[in-house]
């Protein structure tokens, strides 16, 4: 038969039948019947290639295999993946895994790369379905966010939040938001057109003011988080710990929240960076809401934060029943105040001003702190009320469109 490019069913059948008498000849090296084997064999190859190839399995499919393979367990999967509940959501395909989880199971335990890479493109802007009206634009105009006219938004919403975009690189990190897994406390619905407006100005000014400084992964720990809390003893304390963490990688940004979001924190990736982003809107200007807000954010930042996935607070909600806040609840208070310190002292029984100022000085943070602790825990707000610091943290960032 003619050598050429298989295209049809009857070609590959003739070209397996020649294939197979000239195997049978079993020709020599360099001769005319070795390179004619040589090239068939290529060219019936090929038309498998695009007749018969299989897709290969998508990656929860490919770890579940070699689990199989392996008689692995969850718990076996821990080193390369992280904690049980981060495994869980991956199975059962709630998580991507993140470039570190490939690269980890990849080498620790041979699954092919291609497996473990998603197969699907990220979605263009007309799969977004982004209902541009929906975003808060008279707000985000009244607060100079966006430079324009209330008058344009009916006909102009997405040419406006493309001009707030662009920072970001225009709709791509629209694509990035939405994609991103996000994990909510709170027990109201937010709006979700909001809190994207939200994240987006905070990781707009992050980008402006961030430091050249790169961020190690590793660096807050529990030590690093009561080092903060020190600097609460200071009236400028908030300033000063924002500068601190700037010289550590990570930036932290005051914004006051939008309608309907009820946030009080969030902890981002900067994408491409690699850098957190602490936002924090001081809803309650309190010294204690502050430190808390910043704790429980670092927390997140010490032991939840990946690329793809940010965590948004509202601290009036407890958040008893979700393990991860749980987590950060505890690591941010023992950063304030550990327990041995907390359980020993009279604050904990006797709730004066006087038990509150000997704990905080003992400890070298602001009473507030301990005033804050003693409040949350009878569940009693007017309690001790003139030493949390009322009004004492929006005033030093004036920079802020305080409402």
């Known amino acids: 038969m003619e050598l050429k490019v298989i295209k049809t069913e009857a070609e590959y059948k003739d070209a397996l039948s020649t294939l197979q008498e000239l195997l049978s000849l ?3 090296p360099g001769t005319e019947e070795a390179e004619r ?3 068939l064999s290529l060219l019936v190859r090929d038309y498998e290639s695009r007749q018969f190839s299989f897709p290969p399995p998508d990656p929860v499919e490919a770890i579940k295999f070699r689990m199989e ?12 993946i992280g904690s049980r509940s981060k495994i869980s959501e991956v199975l059962s395909r709630k998580r991507p895994l993140t470039l570190s989880m490939i690269r980890a199971l990849h080498e620790g335990l041979g699954i092919p790369a291609e497996a473990l890479l998603p197969k699907t493109a990220p979605p263009g802007d007309e799969e977004l379905k982004v209902d541009w009206s929906r975003f808060p634009l008279r707000e985000m105009i009244k607060r100079r966010w966006i430079v324009a006219d209330t008058s344009e938004i009916p006909t102009k919403g997405r040419e406006l939040m493309e001009q707030f975009l662009s920072p970001l690189k225009g709709i791509s990190a629209l694509v990035f938001l939405y994609r991103r897994s996000e994990h909510i406390r709170s027990g109201r619905d937010m709006d979700r057109y909001a809190l994207t407006a939200w994240t987006i100005r905070v990781l707009t000014r992050a980008l402006e003011h961030s430091s050249r400084i790169t961020y190690r992964a590793g660096t807050v720990t529990p030590q690093f988080m009561h080092q903060v809390a020190k600097l609460s003893w200071s009236e400028t304390g908030p300033v000063l710990a924002k500068e601190f963490l700037e010289k550590h990688g990570i930036t932290i940004v005051i914004e006051s929240h939008l309608p309907r979001t009820y946030l ?3 902890s981002i990736m900067m994408p491409k960076e690699n850098k957190p982003v602490i936002g924090l809107t001081l809803r309650y200007d309190r010294l204690d809401n502050f430190w808390f807000s910043l704790m429980h954010e670092l927390a997140h ?7 793809d996935k940010s965590f948004y607070d509202d601290f009036d ?3 008893k029943e979700d393990a991860i806040e749980q987590e950060a609840d505890k690591l941010s208070s023992e950063a304030l105040i550990a327990a041995e310190e907390w359980e020993q002292s009279p604050a904990k029984k006797v709730p004066s001003p006087q038990a509150v ?4 000085d003992k400890l070298g943070i602001h009473p507030a702190i301990v005033a804050g602790r003693i409040r949350h825990e009878r569940k009693n707000f007017r309690l001790l009320n003139q030493l949390v610091g009322h009004g004492k943290v929006r005033r030093l960032f004036p920079e802020v469109s305080w409402e």
């Open 264 to 266: 009080d924190g969030a």
């Open 301 to 307: 930042v010490a032991r939840h934060l990946e690329v």
């Open 37 to 39: 084997l040589e090239l």
């Open 69 to 80: 393979q392996q008689g692995l367990t969850q718990r076996d999967l821990v080193p390369y």
């Open 26 to 28: 079993d020709p020599d």
């Open 357 to 360: 100022q000997r704990l905080a």
């Open 317 to 319: 909600t407890e958040g």
